[in-house]
């Protein structure tokens, strides 16, 4: 039985466009059209990632996939997509594959998506940064300030830092993480990263995404690990943006050193990878290789095939307060397929 379209959406004045065209697709039967052309095409795997849980809607989006999807363990899904591809094994279940994975490790993810996983005994992948997790905080929003300065060089706390050079960015931002980290109250945290706005001249038009939040902690992840729901994967050390770097002994360390900080706090491999800001770089891939991992995710939208290079996985984005309907038309594949043609029309016009 069909949720209502009012689901998320009682307070708003109008709805959105994106979401009137979802609701036509789905209650005009395109939705579920696709969901049973899918599942009578070649095997394909689609990957659904987020961020923060309790930022997201996820019970609309979890109750949907469990009934119209077959929802496995990343490598599972993974190891099933080539088995089938190669083998022609197929199950008594043909509905679509799907992978639901999270990014980052956030303390939410124990609290609101691990709690909802139980209920519906849905399994999941979080992509964990064992760097920033000994903290308890995540602390690359200071990165991504510093990427947006539009000064070349800022003093604070008087030493000079020339923002060309990558490694004074690094230690900037980590004296920014460390100073944030001894604020106590939100109006001392809310002053101090307005004075780095002026200070490193950063456009009013930029507003990061994601604020300083807690991470998991070690005994929530075996916690977690041990329920038999949730399975994890590297997501580097420090979540740099593998993109801007042009070391490449700096990635494979941040890549590297990664699976083997997660496989002696697991006591098991560690298979998979996400890459930070889905970004690879040139490098990124050749150093997930190089480290071992079998499987790495990016967040270029698409589905997986037995064809898809294993170290640059299609996932398809989740995060915020998207409806339920949205979310059954995007990975149904009908927004990538209107936006397929829409490329072709360019590009034959």
């Known amino acids: 039985m069909a949720m209502p379209i009012s689901n998320h959406v009682q307070s708003r004045p109008r709805l959105s466009l994106r979401l009137c065209l979802s609701a036509g697709f789905y209650y005009s039967g395109i939705v579920p059209l696709a ?5 009578r095409s070649q095997p394909h795997l689609t990957i659904l990632y987020y961020h923060q ?3 997201a809607n996820l019970r609309s989006h979890w109750e949907y996939v469990r009934r119209h999807y077959r929802v496995l363990p990343l490598e599972t899904a993974l190891a099933e997509l080539h088995a089938s591809a190669q ?3 197929q199950g008594k279940d043909r509905r679509p594959l799907v992978a639901l994975t999270f990014d980052d490790g956030y ?7 691990f709690a909802l996983a139980r209920e519906l005994q849905l399994p999941m992948t979080i992509f ?12 690359w929003w200071s990165n991504r300030l510093i990427r947006h300065a539009r000064a070349q060089q800022v003093t604070f706390e008087e030493r000079s830092y020339n923002l060309s050079d990558q490694e004074e960015c690094k230690a900037l931002a980590q004296v920014f993480d460390a ?7 939100r109006e001392e945290q809310a002053k101090f990263l307005a004075s780095l706005y002026m200070l490193l001249d950063v456009p009013s038009t930029v507003v990061l995404k994601e604020e300083p939040t807690p991470l998991l902690s070690w005994e929530q992840v ?14 580097t050390m420090h979540h740099p943006d593998l993109g801007s770097l042009v070391d490449h002994e700096e990635i494979e360390r941040e890549v590297g050193e990664c699976r083997t900080v997660l496989e002696q706090r697991l006591g098991h491999p560690i298979h998979s990878f996400a890459y930070p800001f889905g970004s690879t770089g040139e490098y990124g891939p050749v150093a997930a290789k190089l480290a071992g991992y079998d499987w790495a995710a990016t967040v270029k939208p698409g589905i997986n095939t037995k064809q898809t290079n294993p170290h640059l996985l299609y996932r398809r984005n989740m995060d915020g307060d998207k409806h339920w309907l949205v979310m059954a038309a995007e990975t149904a594949g009908i927004w990538g397929f209107f936006s397929r043609l829409k490329s072709m029309t360019r590009k034959y016009l």
């Open 53 to 55: 849980a309790s930022k």
């Open 35 to 39: 969901r049973w052309w899918a599942s």
């Open 222 to 235: 075996k916690e977690m690990e041990e329920s038999g729901l949730v399975s994890f994967g590297g997501h």
């Open 179 to 185: 100073r944030y980290s001894s604020l106590t109250t």
């Open 128 to 139: 964990l940064i064992p760097g920033h997790m000994e903290s308890g905080k995540s602390f």
């Open 107 to 113: 303390y939410d993810n124990y609290t609101h998506a």
């Open 87 to 89: 083998k022609g094994v």
